[in-house]
């Protein structure tokens, strides 16, 4: 646990914005009941996480969440190891009839690869309502969830789709879809049109330590058409 209550985190974040902000809480280990109203949390939602053996209860608390304003976020973990076919169809249905915000594809192990991250997000879909938007939180164990969020951008159409990406890749383990190449990715698709210099300028802020796979002077690099011999010669001045 990170913050103990809402009041910490909201002192966090900046007033006067267009931006939603979301929040993750883990079944289990927060009081939801005690939350405020959202109102009153500088939230717009919160990201529900909970395991296969907790589905049951986490997914009765949908309710005192959305009661509460939030918007519903569903992430199952272990989503692609831990479910068989029926478990996750019996999940979709059970989720569906909550109208939570979204449901998650979220490959905590980082197994997928894009081929198979596809088949699983067309059964979501298949057993979600069509205004329930679809979400895809990958972990870079392979060095493949960047793949399987484009192959999900590529193919997704008929409703929202949130990619779930942080600054340098940063997360557990080997960490996440990194936001500037997730963004010079889509951008080159045109069909985005995702300013980076936002993210860049986040990067540099935090520090050399930040771009944990060292790769923004080479996507700068390749968005430029720019030879990587002259990005070191730079580098080393």
Not at 67 to 83: D, E, M, S
Not at 186 to 212: E, H, I, M, S, V
């Amino acid at each position: 646990t990170v913050f103990g209550d809402i009041a910490k985190l909201r002192g966090l974040l900046p007033q006067n914005t267009a931006t939603r902000f979301v929040a993750m809480a883990i079944w289990g280990k927060c009081n939801l009941a005690a939350l405020p109203p959202a109102a009153d949390s500088g939230l717009f939602g919160l990201r529900l996480s909970f395991d296969r053996h907790e589905a049951e209860a986490a997914l009765a608390d949908v309710a005192v969440l959305k009661a509460k304003g939030y918007a519903v976020f569903l992430q199952p973990v272990r989503l692609t190891t831990c479910y068989t076919p029926a478990q996750l169809d019996g999940l979709l249905a059970r989720a569906s009839a909550l109208a939570p915000f979204a449901f998650y594809l979220v490959d905590t192990l980082g197994v997928l690869e894009p081929q198979v991250a596809l088949a699983l997000h067309g059964r979501i879909c298949a057993g979600l309502s069509p205004d329930v938007a679809v979400g895809f939180h990958g972990h870079n164990h392979r060095q493949l969830a960047l793949a399987c969020a484009l192959a999900l951008a590529d193919a997704h159409r008929d409703r929202p789709l949130l990619l779930d990406s942080c600054l340098g890749g940063m997360g557990k383990a080997a960490g996440n879809v990194p936001t500037e190449l997730l963004l010079h990715a889509l951008n080159r698709r045109g069909n985005a049109g995702y300013p980076p210099q936002g993210a860049l300028a986040a990067l540099d802020a935090l520090g050399p330590g930040a771009d944990a796979g060292g790769v923004v002077p080479w996507v700068l690099a390749s968005a430029i058409g720019c030879n990587t011999a002259y990005v070191s010669w730079l580098l080393a001045r």
